[in-house]
């Protein structure tokens, strides 16, 4: 009866702990002529001399992808910032949703705060290895049998190993998130004062629920509201 029981635990613990993958997005533009390049199709929309050239790239644990190139030909600065940008999705019973595109200084900042915290978490460590270090350095002044200090050598390597892992750790942790900084910082279209005759390109990024069927992405860009629909099209 016991093993029955821990045997249901344990089937319990494995399924809780399993994790569903995020669907992929297929979105297609609707009732838009678009252009194909490399598999993805681009359109181009334009208001009072504002381009846009748009696309969606993939899914991405979950958060959809779009590039987006801005071209400023009227005579006025246009001030662009992604985190404006939004889309409106039918829902039950007649509802509407809206979603805005994530603010690419709020991620690069919650980055830098991660960061910081294996840093910090990285010179704890070393000041705890720093203690450690020298309480076994007036240990071993004591009077201890063979076999004691035997086994303060296996305890001392055992340290020093668990040591070597969480600097590994950690290195690990601060280069993954620093590329994804990286990333970020190059790639992601950035709050920027777009002025007459020059163009702006980048990534913008929505978290776009799994089951849509289409969405109406708006761009209000200055005094201009441009808007593109995609379907979700399963294949």
């Given at each position: 009866?016991?093993?029955?029981?821990?045997?249901?635990?344990?089937?319990?613990?494995?399924?809780?702990?399993?994790?569903?993958?995020?669907?992929?997005?297929?979105?297609?533009?609707?009732?838009?002529?678009?252009?194909?390049?490399?598999?993805?199709?681009?359109?181009?929309?334009?208001?009072?001399?504002?381009?846009?050239?748009?696309?969606?790239?993939?899914?991405?644990?979950?958060?959809?992808?779009?590039?987006?190139?801005?071209?400023?030909?009227?005579?006025e600065a246009i001030l662009i910032s992604p985190e404006d940008i939004y889309g409106i999705m039918p829902?039950?019973?007649?509802?509407?949703?809206?979603?805005?595109?994530?603010?690419?200084?709020?991620?690069?900042?919650?980055?830098?705060?991660?960061?910081?915290?294996?840093?910090?978490?990285?010179?704890?460590?070393?000041?705890?290895?720093?203690?450690?270090?020298?309480?076994?350095?007036?240990?071993?002044?004591?009077?201890?049998?063979?076999?004691?200090?035997?086994?303060?050598?296996?305890?001392?390597?055992?340290?020093?190993?668990?040591?070597?892992?969480?600097?590994?750790?950690?290195?690990?942790?601060?280069?993954?998130?620093?590329?994804?900084?990286?990333?970020?910082?190059?790639?992601?279209?950035?709050?920027?004062?777009l002025f007459p005759n020059q163009r702006i390109s980048g990534s913008f990024y929505m978290n776009i629920?799994?089951?849509?069927?289409?969405?109406?992405?708006?761009?209000?860009?200055?005094?201009?509201?441009?808007?593109?629909?995609?379907?979700?099209?399963?294949?």
């Amino acid at each position: 009866m016991k093993f029955k029981l821990l045997g249901l635990l344990l089937l319990v613990v494995v399924v809780g702990c399993s994790v569903s993958p995020h669907r992929v997005l297929n979105l297609n533009v609707k009732n838009q002529d678009g252009l194909w390049l490399k598999g993805k199709e681009l359109v181009k929309l334009d208001s009072d001399g504002l381009e846009l050239v748009v696309n969606f790239d993939r899914t991405i644990k979950g958060t959809s992808l779009f590039e987006i190139s801005i071209a400023n030909n009227t005579q006025e600065a246009i001030l662009i910032s992604p985190e404006d940008i939004y889309g409106i999705m039918p829902r039950k019973f007649n509802q509407k949703e809206t979603i805005h595109a994530l603010d690419p200084e709020e991620m690069i900042h919650r980055l830098d705060t991660k960061i910081e915290r294996v840093h910090a978490r990285d010179e704890s460590n070393k000041r705890s290895d720093l203690v450690f270090s020298l309480f076994d350095l007036a240990d071993s002044f004591s009077s201890k049998t063979e076999e004691e200090r035997q086994q303060d050598d296996i305890d001392r390597d055992n340290h020093e190993k668990a040591v070597a892992r969480r600097a590994e750790s950690n290195s690990r942790a601060i280069k993954t998130m620093s590329s994804e900084r990286s990333n970020l910082a190059t790639n992601a279209l950035r709050k920027t004062t777009l002025f007459p005759n020059q163009r702006i390109s980048g990534s913008f990024y929505m978290n776009i629920p799994e089951d849509v069927s289409n969405i109406i992405i708006h761009f209000p860009f200055g005094d201009r509201d441009i808007s593109l629909e995609y379907e979700n099209k399963k294949m």
